[in-house]
């Protein structure tokens, strides 16, 4: 092997270096993530045109569509539908979701508890558990003839409210969401109350402080940042439910087929056959979620940030 | 139809990601007929009809050089999405069982070969009301028929005798049994009205008149709020208002369960019903009968179809030959007839099936009932005709939201019928389609 001469070649190497490890991960990001979003965005201004029946060859032409796929996606009262159903639904899922999540990790974390590595994976567990299967296996679980629970309260003579139908689908629907994501959450929050240094607990010890209030008055306040994680994640995934209502929807005349915008992008693109106002959809989507994740992000980072100047 | 004939459904449209740069990745061109020599072809056949493996297996032992793999698949229009879908992809499968109301959308997304070469000969083993389904009236053909679905009226005989009903042959009289039914056994139901298979209501419709697709030179005009299919939705709105009928949906455990033990009494199905019954509810073999559909007005004799199903080879085969070659046997030979109908239940299209030696046994699980498939041929020979258009699963998937919405407040099926009506005309303008207001 010869040495390179010294000099212009070695800065020029240097220089190049960084370019060059950031090759594979650039062509990974434009193949995978920008083309397609670009396609996307590209589908979402077009249409087709379509000369006489449609039956023929070359009867359908795609022709440019302006913005009318986003005027009419963005007036489209199912679409806004969906889009207050699944609010409805995360104002359940999230707090319900998190605090459990939180107080399990608290009980985890605590000294007294017993049996901790079989109670996480206990907890951890339906996490593993695929969403369409949870959602399979408690659609079975909440129709009325089949149903366990309902075959209880009748038996007791106690009123059995329809759980796929209204309000109570609400719950129905959270509850597979959180019994599947609390096991996860609850993880994350374990995870950095583990890595909190134990001589904090032993100054609070030392002050007299209980279990409770080293929970509330140190635990808590020192795991907000994995807290606004897990906070960020569920509000993504809520907004983005879409196997569970899917999985249910031909058990019961409750979910219509755009219960969540995804179903209504899936609905458009799939059974209408138009994936012109499906990506139009997609799009107005995405940049809602883009922007309540942002807006939710900088409220949080002012927060820790004031904290950390406290 | 002149027109589209003139326009030739030969080749059918490329849509969507046909113009893209994105699609280069394998897209298959029709003519491609390689390997059919060397070595034997495999296909696959997307399929939903129960035990038709078994059927295919017969192929595979006497075909050694054509090997067809049947992959089940969710019946109805979720796999007319899904069809559309892997054509998309380029990822379609061989053959597909595609219900007749699905093929106009089916070639209109370019998913269909036409095979009209290669099935030569097959046209007159059909009805023509049947075989047209297939070609619209033209030069090529989509699709080989296989089954038809004539509706009837499934009820049970012992609890029909059990609470003192007689089998209905009105509408009317059918109403009228639903509220007998729930005098005497207020838990119990004559049947539901099920908001998640259009397929149903579009046959009740078809009985009564309606026409639901229909064009005149290059306009589409949608009929799905005509007059005929206003009297079905008055009539089933108001029996599901009053609470004579059930509302919940069907294919779910609970249903299963409610035939299973008896708590529905009766089904308004097609001819195709044992094979369904045989999974849904099997403790209830020999207690069931057939009769035919009740009339709109006494003495008359019609009935509509539900689903009913043809064989067709897709545009992403790459052995199109020996795919035809499959589909005209599986639809045609004697032998294949018979095992698809010991097997499957099914009801064949071939005009020669319906009379020969395979269906002059009652399926098994109507021993009781001898001379079902003669009662059945009477049935079938009445079947109204069928009207389908482009957007058929939009219109279905309309159906099951107003619809079952409806359903579930029981409030009368007017708003639904006229949503879905602005819904699928909508639709088809939005698509891009020429559609008379």
């Not at chain 1, 059995?160 to 209204?166: A, E």
């Not at chain 1, 994350?188 to 583990?194: D, E, F, K, P, S």
């Not at chain 2, 028929?145 to 029909?160: H, I, K």
């Not at chain 2, 049935?379 to 939009?394: R, Y």
Request: aromatic share 10%; net charge neutral.
């Amino acid at each position: 092997m010869t040495q390179p001469p010294k000099g212009a070649r070695r800065s020029y190497g240097v220089k190049a270096a960084p370019y060059g490890f950031l090759l594979p991960a650039g062509v990974l990001f434009v193949l995978f993530f920008a083309l397609p979003i670009g396609y996307a965005l590209w589908l979402s201004f077009h249409k087709v045109q379509i000369k006489g029946l449609g039956l023929g060859k070359g009867a359908k032409t795609e022709v440019w569509a302006g913005l009318e796929n986003y005027t009419s996606a963005l007036t489209d009262s199912e679409l806004l539908g969906s889009a207050l159903r699944v609010l409805g639904y995360g104002a359940i899922v999230v707090p319900v979701m998190l605090g459990l999540a939180l107080f399990f990790a608290l009980l985890l974390d605590s000294e007294r508890v017993r049996a901790r590595s079989f109670a996480r994976l206990a907890i951890f567990l339906p996490y593993a558990v695929p969403g369409v299967i949870a959602a399979v296996l408690w659609g079975f679980l909440y129709l009325p003839d089949v149903s366990p629970f309902l075959f209880l309260l009748d038996k007791f003579g106690l009123p059995q409210p329809d759980l796929m139908d209204g309000g109570p689908l609400y719950l129905a629907m959270s509850n597979i969401a959180v019994w599947g994501g609390t096991g996860f959450n609850m993880i994350v929050i374990y995870t950095a109350l583990r890595s909190l240094p134990a001589e904090v607990y032993e100054a609070a010890k030392l002050d007299g402080c209980s279990e409770l209030q080293i929970a509330l008055r140190i635990k808590i306040p020192m795991v907000v940042p994995s807290l606004v994680l897990t906070f960020f994640f569920s509000i993504i995934a809520t907004l983005q439910v879409f196997n569970e209502p899917m999985t249910l929807k031909p058990l019961t005349n409750g979910i219509p087929s755009t219960w969540s915008p995804l179903m209504k992008v899936y609905s458009d693109a799939f059974t209408g056959g138009n994936i012109y106002a499906a990506s139009a959809t997609a799009v107005v989507l995405a940049l809602a979620t883009f922007a309540l994740s942002f807006a939710l992000l900088r409220i949080s980072n002012r927060r820790t940030t004031q904290g950390a100047t406290r | 139809m002149p027109h589209i004939t003139r326009r030739s459904l030969a080749a059918a449209t490329a849509v969507l990601l046909g113009a893209t740069a994105l699609t280069a990745c394998g897209s298959s061109d029709s003519g491609d007929e390689g390997g059919a020599a060397s070595g034997p072809v495999s296909l696959t056949y997307w399929a939903w009809a129960p035990g038709m493996d078994k059927v295919a297996a017969l192929w595979n032992a006497e075909h050694p050089d054509i090997q067809v793999t049947v992959q089940k698949q969710a019946s109805g229009d979720d796999l007319v999405t899904k069809i559309i879908t892997a054509t998309k992809a380029h990822k379609g499968p061989d053959l597909v069982q595609a219900e007749y109301q699905a093929l106009p959308t089916l070639v209109s997304n370019d998913a269909l070969a036409d095979i009209a070469p290669e099935v030569q000969g097959a046209k007159d083993k059909f009805a023509p009301g049947i075989w047209q389904q297939t070609t619209f009236g033209g030069e090529a053909v989509y699709a080989l028929p296989q089954d038809s679905g004539p509706l009837m009226f499934f009820y049970r005989e012992d609890l029909f005798k059990q609470y003192g009903l007689t089998v209905p042959t009105t509408w009317d009289e059918f109403a009228e049994t639903a509220r007998a039914l729930k005098k005497k056994a207020p838990k119990k139901a004559l049947t539901t009205f099920s908001a998640n298979d259009a397929g149903l209501f579009a046959g009740l419709s078809q009985q009564a008149g309606a026409k639901w697709w229909t064009f005149e030179g290059d306009t589409w005009k949608v009929g799905i709020e005509d007059a005929a299919t206003k009297k079905v939705t008055d009539f089933w709105g108001g029996l599901v208002a009053e609470g004579a009928v059930d509302n919940q949906p069907m294919y779910t455990p609970a249903w299963n369960k409610a035939l299973n033990t008896g708590e529905q009494l009766a089904w308004v199905s097609a001819v195709w019903a044992p094979g369904t019954l045989t999974t849904a509810a099997p403790d209830t073999k020999g207690k069931w009968a057939m009769a035919p559909l009740p009339q709109w007005n006494k003495g008359e004799t019609a009935t509509g179809s539900w689903g009913g199903s043809s064989t067709a080879v897709t545009t992403d085969s790459k052995h199109k030959a020996a795919a035809a070659k499959f589909a005209t046997w599986l639809n045609t030979d004697p032998k294949a007839l018979e095992a698809l109908v010991k097997e499957s239940g099914i009801y064949p299209a071939a005009t020669a099936a319906q009379t020969s030696g395979a269906l002059a046994q009652a399926p098994a699980f109507f021993p009781n009932q001898a001379d079902f498939y003669t009662r059945a041929a009477e049935i079938a020979k009445t079947t109204a005709p069928a009207a389908w258009g482009p957007n058929v699963n939009v219109a279905y998937t309309s159906f099951k939201d107003e619809f079952g919405k409806a359903a579930k407040a029981k409030s009368g099926f007017d708003a639904a019928l006229a949503k879905v009506q602005t819904t699928t005309v909508a639709d088809l303008s939005k698509q891009g389609f020429e559609v008379a207001k």
